[in-house]
């Protein structure tokens, strides 16, 4: 496929006009960790903060992409433009992935209001964490409205993605047992609106119950709304962009949303640098004939486990090892 060469300017100048040749091309240069994305991002990053950032997430095939195609149907209908960014390596958001189901996503792949880009999960420095943040940036700067931001969640990822939203939409289908084991173990966070999907199922009023009576378990302010939702027959799908927009509304209006914000922005700072600082060192002792003298030593007790881990941050890092060590 010929690749026509934008200059930066000129991308910029793209993305900021919503042009979704200049938006593909950005997202491409993001999630390939191409040192151009960092210049494009910084000069774009200032015009960001608009959008409104939802997550979705939940276990595999409870009907995420699908909830998030009805949305985007729902929310084309009212004028809103829309971004998605889908981390969703068991079922890629493609032109043709939902095509057979009554919401056409395929319809909205030609809509000049609506962009929809499934991120690999293939890393490079920073990890899918970063590409998804910077493709996230890029959405948003572009004008979209609203951003849908899709992973899968349940202890099934190892990046907490839903770390970029303003509001968090937890997606279960009847039977979702393993979830709603993690939600009352506490090991899942509490999201901010629950969907119960697949209300079609006869199963769907025992899962409702259920997950109710591990809301009431949360204190009366932190219990999220739940609904029952049809994605494929795009039932119930407003009162869920309600609940959705409800949220969001709360948060603005007692300056909750620029305390979650600044939290997120700091986890995800701190993310994407913990995780650049393990690839440098992973690179750095990869194959270092150094280390593995230290691990032998490690081995043989001639040198304990920390003093190894001083010597490397000295020489990795050239920070003092023994201080780390302290802290930890
Ligand atoms: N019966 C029924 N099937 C659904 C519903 N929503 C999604 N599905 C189907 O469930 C499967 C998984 O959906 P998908 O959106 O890919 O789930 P994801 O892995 O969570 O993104 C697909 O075959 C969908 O057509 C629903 O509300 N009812
Ligand atoms: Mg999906």
Redesign the pocket.
């Known amino acids: 496929m010929a690749r026509r060469e934008w200059p930066l300017e000129e991308l910029t100048a793209g993305v900021r006009a919503g042009d979704r040749r200049a938006l593909a091309r950005a997202i491409s240069l993001v999630e390939n960790g191409d040192p151009l994305a960092y210049p494009l991002v910084r000069e774009l990053y200032s015009e960001t903060g608009r959008a409104a950032i939802v997550g979705v997430t939940?276990?595999?095939?409870?009907?995420?992409?699908?909830?998030v195609?009805a949305l985007v149907a729902h929310l084309r209908a009212l004028g809103r433009t829309i971004g998605v960014v889908s981390v969703?390596p068991?079922?890629p958001f493609s032109k043709g992935?939902?095509l057979g189901?009554r919401i056409r996503l395929a319809d909205h792949f030609n809509d000049p209001g609506v962009y929809i880009r499934s991120m690999s999960s293939r890393g490079h420095l920073g990890g899918v964490a970063e590409s998804t943040l910077q493709a996230v940036l890029l959405l948003d700067a572009s004008g979209k409205d609203i951003v849908f931001v899709?992973t899968?969640g349940a202890g099934q990822s190892d990046v907490e993605v839903t770390g970029i939203a303003d509001t968090v939409l937890l997606?279960l289908m009847p039977g979702s047992g393993d979830s709603i084991q993690a939600l009352k173990a506490g090991i899942m966070e509490i999201p901010d609106v629950i969907a119960i999907?697949?209300?079609?199922?006869p199963a769907a009023k025992t899962m409702l119950n259920e997950v109710r009576s591990i809301v009431r378990l949360a204190e009366p302010d932190r219990r999220p709304p739940i609904v029952l939702?049809?994605?494929?027959?795009g039932e119930n799908v407003a009162e869920l962009w309600e609940k959705l927009e409800e949220h969001r509304v709360a948060l603005e209006s007692d300056g909750r949303l620029e305390e979650r914000r600044r939290r997120n922005l700091a986890g995800e700072v701190f993310a994407i640098a913990s995780s650049r600082a393990r690839s440098h060192l992973d690179a750095a002792v990869r194959g270092d004939p150094e280390l593995a003298r230290l691990l032998d030593a490690v081995e043989r007790r001639e040198l304990d486990p920390l003093s190894a881990v001083r010597e490397i941050m000295e020489k990795v890092f050239e920070v003092d090892g023994r201080e780390k060590a302290r802290e930890v």
């Open positions: 939940g276990p595999p095939g409870v009907g995420k992409s699908s909830l195609g969703d068991s079922s992935a939902l189901d899709e899968v997606v999907n697949k209300m079609d199922h939702t049809d994605a494929v027959r």
